[in-house]
């Protein structure tokens, strides 16, 4: 019996051995599909496609596109940025249509990488395009409007006069976007509120996006000292924020990046509107334009605005109403200038 | 007359030993220190009681698992198995004990329930990855630290497994919320400090469990042995303590604690479970035991002094503004943040008073 | 494990047949049985194993360009397992490899791209590359070297104090990186260094691929090590106060100074590993990088069984493991977290070797080795 096991493992050993080695070949061969079928790939940052925040956000863009288009599509989760060009390889070398690169960080690498694979076309979310490069095309959000809308509805709520926001890290662009905005906004519709940022800066770069419980003592914390209005914009941290005013039942809170009423339902009574920056749509629209054949190089805005007012519909003021459609109206018409930079400043 | 007061004086010096009051007492003194700074910051902006009560509500809540983890640890190194599988343990009943109040919901009890047996499994989650730290460290005599840290990878590998399997595509799932708060009777009613007696189950465990592990380990036979065990399992094996057996219960004990200590981050704080939620905690509560010295008052002081300054660390950045000239350094949060470490350290080298593992802490029990 | 001359032929083959069974039997077979066990995992929650290891094969060795990135996953594995397997000759448990490595790679990265600039002229090649990896090394060294010297003065243990200093290397980075070492160029959104100087820089080892000449001293300073560690005094010196601390000081041996000695090296060649990376792959710091290295090390310095040999067929292993994993969630889709319960079950097979020895029938010898002494060393 015992001497049996081992023959079994063993024989199981040779097997399998023997399968990867004449194997090896092989799986290249089935990737030549029937049709030419369009395909669609997507590399993560370092991060999860589950990560709730713009990796998923875009993951979801991408099956949208691929259900629209009539697609396929696949993901790569990077584990390290120095495999950023590895995983769009891999998609370029299987001869994919669409390449969609996730974040900020892997500009560079999309740029790169889209001149090797002239085939494919390039989708950056997050990516500024200083000039033109061929085959790529830049998601990019002004993440200061959305975040001034924010703070506008968030100035006028609240009664204190005072609001903050718990964000994940400056480090990154689209964060601190958000945040400065946000006060911004606040500040424009009444001068004299007072508007504190907190971010979740004192841990490393991986954990700063998942962390609710910080989230959550935070967004307390500010309430304590008499914040009555939280935007929680940072992941699963952010997330915490909200859930932590939802607890406290006082005050209200703000969301960011989708209609937070529908990934945070626990926060549905306090959530006053979310910051929306729009990646699934826009993710969806340039792999459409991709197969329409209207795809163009370049940067591509994408949307960003306020979410429905939802269950809070009704303690929202007319004035709050007013003053938020006339900064609407101004931010759309370029009157009313958030006056944020693009990246925190270095000094 | 004289015999007697000197007599009455040893005792008290003797309990003042044991619970290790003065390692206590200088870190409240810390504590005091961080707070003064805050208050001092943010006085212009805020009342300071106001400022007071608002930080040591933050500190009360993070300080509650990093204590749950350190009594974990107490349990398992007073019985002589070193445990730096806490981080993996926490992760692991976090998680499980979540899935359990899903399912349970699911399955059609009330969110009360639900939470109450979603605290139940993830106290079992952590009594199972207890038993095999148990198994590889007290009967195959892994070492102990390898065996912690293969429990440390397979926690997160696990939980990060099964999350995206379970949770991806549109299958959000729907949390029974968290554990209720509970008034302390008149200190929850007054005037602004009202609120730090408002705590929810978990952290007021916590607390109350720092006194019962006091009193049990100093207090009981089964403290003794414990100790025993942990500082001379040979001797305490001649005088007919079975020391595999006190060494599994106690390991199991512990993971139990760090079960509930898992139990806060997705059922008491916030109801979802993320990848690396625990975020190293583990790890912290593993110095705040140290740093403690292996009793439970001294290792509660140092997870509430850690609690200190992730509420100091807040709290600056709240009142940056207000931060006067010169002292820059206090707006840089990664500089401020690594306060707690920093003092960690300081308090290793024996500042704070040396600290004295158990003896036999670590090894492997042979007959 | 030391042969007695008195000993007959017979009993020594019985010797050597011992000693290769712990030390290549039965990490193959915990790795083998890892995989299974894996496999199991993967089919029951409704995955393709045999897809996603031929994947992880394909992806891992299954071409030229496969091969190249699976060595550049083991090039830092190998440093970092060497730094945690060094410590743990000497009795000591480096968790801190993690920020022994980015505080190197940063001073490395600072070295790199600053010193030209702030001696105003640029550097021959001869010069600036050895000195940004020598000053990544002793920055490492510097950061192993503080918890060493803390454990021989004032006993606070090491594992303690290289967690904290990791948390210290991560929020020093951080800062650093997105504050005073910032690339400055305008458009710069990412919080990294300025690219190093081409006088700093290690060319790939091959045109075309991105393997670099960082493999090759990986495998040199392995064989230093092995070198150091068992043909000198002072390594002798090391693996005694490893072994036992009281005999060591018996034998008239500076405890404390090994100490500090022990784990200076461990974090120099952390240091090292982030140095390397950053001349010879990124040419850069960049915030993210080096998410893990430390832990994955223990892994690696356990599997390798502390023996330099070990650890670089470890090293190979785990990088064909990170750099494989690309290609198997291209085929199936499956999560990357599937890596790190493979290695926590190689991990926990070679740790428990008895459940190896018990599935296989395998005789267990008498004597053990002593790994890591708890807080007690």
């Known amino acids: ?347 | ?367 | 494990m030391s042969s007695s001359p008195e000993s007959h032929s017979g009993s020594k083959l019985i010797q050597i047949w011992q000693a290769i069974t712990r030390t290549v039997l039965i990490p193959v077979l915990a790795v083998f049985t890892a995989l299974i066990i894996n496999a199991i995992i993967i089919r029951v929650s409704g995955g393709d194993p045999i897809l996603a290891y031929l994947g992880l094969w394909e992806g891992a060795f299954g071409s030229p360009k496969a091969i190249s990135e699976t060595l550049v996953w083991s090039t830092p594995y190998i440093f970092a397992g060497l730094s945690v397997a060094l410590a743990f000759k000497g009795g000591l448990f480096n968790i801190g490899a993690e920020g022994q490595l980015s505080f190197g790679a940063l001073i490395s990265a600072w070295i790199g791209f600053a010193l030209p600039k702030l001696l105003g002229t640029s550097l021959p090649w001869i010069i600036h590359l050895p000195l940004a990896l020598f000053g990544g090394i002793l920055a490492g060294a510097l950061w192993g070297a503080i918890p060493g010297w803390l454990k021989a003065r004032t006993g606070g243990h090491e594992v303690i104090n290289t967690i904290m200093m990791n948390y210290i290397a991560v929020l020093l980075t951080s800062f650093l990186l997105n504050g005073p070492l910032k690339d400055p160029n305008p458009f710069n959104v990412i919080a990294r260094t300025p690219e190093i100087a081409e006088s700093a820089r290690l060319t790939p080892l091959i045109e075309g691929f991105r393997v670099h000449w960082g493999i090759v001293i990986a495998l040199l300073i392995a064989f230093a090590v092995w070198w150091f560690l068992w043909k000198t005094t002072l390594g002798f010196e090391i693996r005694t106060v490893g072994a036992n601390p009281d005999a060591a000081k018996y034998a008239g041996i500076n405890v404390s100074r090994i100490i500090v000695l022990t784990m200076s090296l461990a974090g120099g060649l952390a240091g090292m590993a982030g140095a390397v990376e950053v001349i010879a792959l990124n040419y850069r710091q960049e915030l993210g990088f080096s998410i893990g290295y430390g832990f994955d090390a223990i892994a690696i310095a356990l599997l390798g069984r502390s023996h330099p040999l070990g650890v670089v067929l470890a090293a190979i292993l785990f990088g064909a493991m990170r750099s494989g994993a690309t290609r198997m969630q291209f085929l199936t889709q499956i999560p990357v977290d599937i890596i790190s319960v493979v290695q926590a079950l190689i991990l926990l097979l070679v740790a428990a070797e008895e459940i190896v020895r018990f599935i296989y029938r395998i005789k267990a010898p008498k004597e053990t080795v002593v790994l890591t002494r708890g807080w007690g060393g």
């Open chain 1, 1 to 347: 019996m015992k001497k049996n096991l081992f023959t079994l493992l063993s024989a199981l050993a040779i097997v399998s051995l023997a399968l990867a080695a004449c194997a090896t070949p092989a799986p290249v061969a089935p990737t030549a599909m029937p049709a030419k079928a369009f395909r669609i790939g997507l590399v993560t940052d370092v991060g999860k496609v589950d990560d709730k925040s713009f990796n998923q956000s875009a993951w979801e863009g991408a099956q949208c596109g691929a259900k629209e288009t009539g697609g396929t599509t696949k993901y790569i989760e990077t584990t390290d940025p120095k495999d950023y060009d590895k995983n769009i390889a891999q998609f370029g070398d299987e001869g994919y249509d669409v390449i969609v690169t996730v974040g900020f960080a892997l500009g560079e690498a999309t740029i790169k990488n889209a001149a090797k694979y002239t085939k494919a076309k390039f989708i950056g979310v997050d990516q500024f395009q200083e000039k033109p490069t061929a085959g790529v095309g830049g998601l990019i959000f002004p993440e200061d409007q959305a975040g001034f809308q924010a703070g506008v509805v968030a100035a006028m709520m609240s009664k204190t006069g005072q609001i903050g926001a718990v964000l994940g890290t400056d480090v990154v662009p689209p964060v601190y976007r958000f945040g400065e905005g946000y006060r911004a906004g606040a500040v424009w519709a009444k001068k004299d509120t007072k508007v504190n940022i907190i971010y979740h800066n004192d841990v490393g770069f991986d954990k700063t996006f998942t962390d609710p419980e910080w989230g959550k003592t935070t967004a307390l914390s500010m309430m304590d000292k008499g914040a009555d209005v939280i935007f929680g914009a940072g992941g699963k941290t952010g997330n915490g924020a909200l859930l932590g005013v939802a607890q406290s039942k006082k005050g209200f809170a703000i969301g960011v990046d989708t209609d937070q009423y529908l990934t945070v339902p626990e926060a549905k009574e306090v959530l006053l509107t979310s910051a929306m920056k729009l990646i699934v749509p826009g993710t969806c629209d340039l792999i459409k334009a991709v197969k329409a054949g209207s795809f163009k190089d370049g940067n591509v805005v994408g949307k960003v605005g306020l979410a429905p007012f939802h269950d809070t519909e009704s303690k929202v003021t007319a004035e709050t109403k007013a003053k938020l459609d006339e900064a609407q109206k101004g931010l759309a018409a370029g009157t009313l200038k958030t006056n944020v930079a693009p990246v925190k400043p270095a000094k």
């Open chain 2, 1 to 367: 007359m004289a015999a007697q007061t000197s007599t009455a004086g040893d005792r008290l010096r003797s309990i003042l030993r044991v619970a290790d009051l003065g390692r206590f007492g200088m870190i409240i003194l810390l504590i005091i220190v961080l707070m003064g700074v805050v208050a001092l910051v943010g006085a212009k902006e805020n009342r300071v009681e106001v400022i007071l009560a608002s930080f040591l509500a933050t500190l009360f809540s993070v300080a509650t698992p990093l204590t749950l983890g350190a009594l974990s640890g107490i349990y398992c190194e007073r019985a002589g198995v070193v445990n730096i599988a806490i981080e993996g343990m926490m992760l692991g009943s976090a998680f499980f004990g979540f899935i359990a109040s899903i399912y349970l919901k699911q399955a059609g009890l009330s969110d009360q329930m639900s939470l109450w047996l979603g605290v139940a499994a993830a106290i079992l989650t952590g009594a199972l990855f207890a038993l095999l730290h148990a198994v590889l460290s007290i009967t195959f005599k892994v070492d102990q630290i390898i065996s912690g840290t293969v429990i440390n990878i397979l926690a997160i590998g696990i939980t990060g497994y099964l999350n995206r399997q379970l949770f991806f595509q549109g299958n959000v799932p729907h949390a029974p919320g968290v554990l209720p708060v509970i008034h302390i009777p008149f200190l929850a009613d007054l005037p602004v400090f009202g609120k730090i007696f408002q705590q929810q189950p978990v952290a007021v465990a916590a607390v109350l469990l720092v006194a019962i592990t006091h009193f049990v380990l100093f207090y009981t036979p089964w403290g003794l042995h414990t100790r025993a065990v942990g500082e001379h399992p040979k001797a305490a094996d001649t005088v007919g303590i079975n020391v595999y057996f006190v060494r599994y219960a106690n390991v199991l004990i512990g993971g139990m604690i760090a079960g509930l200590g898992g139990a806060y981050f997705t059922l008491e704080s916030v109801p979802s479970f993320e990848p690396l939620m625990t975020n190293g905690r583990g790890f912290i509560s593993l110095a705040a035991m140290i740093f403690g010295n292996w009793s439970p008052f001294g290792a509660w002081a140092a997870t509430l002094l850690f609690g200190a300054a992730q509420a100091m660390q807040i709290n600056l950045q709240y009142y940056s503004t207000s931060i006067p000239e010169g002292l820059d350094f206090l707006k840089k949060s990664q500089i401020v943040g690594m306060i707690p470490y920093i003092l960690t350290m300081f308090a290793l080298t024996g500042i704070v008073g040396r600290t004295t593992p158990p003896v036999a802490d670590g090894q492997p029990y042979e007959k």
